[in-house]
């Protein structure tokens, strides 16, 4: 039987980060298919019918075929263990997505080749430099007609500045893409027909100076390009720098195309060689190493009522240190209580299953009758660590939400105010107070939806929503007059927080400039920077 330190030391637990659209769920299909944990792709995303049968989370996520929360797969490939944290996209972006990020020792980037960076990789680029943690770029549908290779690594470092290392080299792209170049080995891998879902490749290897071969494989055209960038590549001169990848300054690079399962098996032989073992995490009490035999845990996420019929929620908890055994109780530092967890689960690929045990680098899900909050901390009793809060992440939408039924006043409040604490929203409210009519300010559109059916099923509440065309927020840090008196673009909206501090709204950019360059003493801060204060 392996040791708690062997069994910590294979844990690989990363998020896949992408527009959506680029093939993240496409790769993490053909991850799975490596691993053997689904048979056949495409599985991962599935209709809701199918999805129906292996998964009751809550009725919103049936109605619509998507995935709430974002979901955990674990599986096996190469004595690994590897843990693969989805970020939902589309409309199911949500703070939920940022704040798994927090979860992860790793990013893995994926980029439509022929579109570059989008809107939706920039904001999750961000949440994952601030933490620093290391980002591998997979460039995808290389089958399709790209951009330059050399263009799309200029883009990723003048946009994120980070240093970029290719650790392979797409040849060509679209109808002439012959395959890609790996640059330790000095050899191509070349593809002769497509292999779409099957799991082993059938590429041939050539060796760079074999040019006979080469030329036969992909053309003298092709093959005379290949060598020319790949000199171009190794004057370029750039160390892989392991330091720098840890430390997420640079990102290697890998190109290929997911849905044709090309480039897919290097790529991830690569990853889990150079990635580490789960990252050691900061407490009061100091830096908590992984291997530390005592567990010890934070809860990243809440999702509530996946169950309907029991009013339950689900507490996800990112394991940081030793090794988590059912049996045991553990302390809830911010509730000052041992308890034993209750029904932990874990996601292997789709089935939810229950677990005895699990190590530093999991992810476990357990039943949470309302103790929880996120950032909290759980450990082993004499262990007493607190690790720092889940940051909040700045809304970007904001909308009035107004109750209907004035009879239903008490439990419009309560709602609002109960999903607002549990970090599911933010709620700011007008300066001549009143709960009449609040603003609810989110990320992305799948936070309206989920309090709305949360207001209706668990308040029986019904409210009358109006967005609007707001999407900066700041604090008022400083002001030289009262706020109704200060010079504001038209349209600017003052608020505030649940603790009166007070904020402004605005509808660009330009509006936050302009209120600083008019009204001399008014100091502004960002939001997020203020922290705890909901
Ligand atoms: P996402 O999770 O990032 O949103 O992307 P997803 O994997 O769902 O892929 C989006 C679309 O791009 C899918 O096509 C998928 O088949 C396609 N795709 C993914 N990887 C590649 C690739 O390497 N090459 C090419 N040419 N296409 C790729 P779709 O038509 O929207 O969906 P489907 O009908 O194929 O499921």
Known sequence: MATMKEEIGRRRTFAIISHPDAGKTTLTEKFLLYGGAIQTAGTVKGKASDRHAVSDWMELEKQRGISVTSSVLQ??????????????????????????????????????????????????????????????????????????????????????????YPVNWPIGSGISFKGVYDREKRSVLAFDEFHA??????????DLSDRTKLDELIGRQAADELCEQAELLDGAGFDLDMDKVHTGKLSPVFFGSALNNFGVEPFLAYFLE??????????DAGTVDPFDERFSAFVFKIQANMNKMH?????????CSGKYERQKEYLHV???????????????AQEREVIEEAYAGDIIGVFDPGVFSIGDTVCEPGMKVKYGDI?????????????????????????????????????????????????VGVVGQLQYDVLQFRMETEY???????????????????????????????GTLHVKDLKEHDLLVFQSEWAVRWASEKNEGLQLGEYPEMNGSQ
């Open 391 to 439: 940051p909040t992440f700045t809304p970007e939408r904001f909308a009035y939400v107004e109750q209907i039924d004035a009879m239903k006043r008490k439990q419009f409040m309560k709602g609002i105010l109960q999903i607002a604490q549990e970090g599911a929203i933010r709620v700011f409210v007008l300066p001549d107070g009143g709960f009449e009519r609040v603003v």
């Open 311 to 319: 009013r339950d929620r689900i507490a996800f908890l990112r394991i």
């Open 75 to 164: 599986f096996e490939y190469d004595g690994y263990c590897i843990n693969i944290l989805d970020t939902p996209g589309h409309q199911d972006f949500s703070e939920d997505t940022y704040r798994t990020l927090m979860a992860a020792d790793t990013a893995v980037m994926v980029i439509d080749g022929a579109k570059g960076i989008e809107p939706q990789t920039r904001k999750l680029f961000k949440v994952c430099a601030m933490r620093g943690i290391p980002i591998f770029t997979f460039i995808n549908k290389m089958d399709r007609d790209s951009r330059d290779p050399f263009d799309l690594l200029d883009e990723l470092e003048k946009e994120f500045g980070i240093g970029t």
């Open 334 to 348: 911010q509730a000052g209580k041992i308890a034993k967890l209750s029904q932990p689960q874990q996601m292997m």
């Open 197 to 206: 879902g099957r799991k082993k490749l059938h590429g041939i290897e050539c």
């Open 274 to 283: 150079m990635t580490t073992p789960p990252l050691p995490h900061e407490s």
């Open 460 to 490: 029986g509440v019904k409210y009358r929503k109006q967005e609007l065309p707001h999407t900066a927020i700041r604090w008022v840090r400083s002001s030289p007059k009262p706020i109704s008196e200060l010079r504001l673009a038209d």
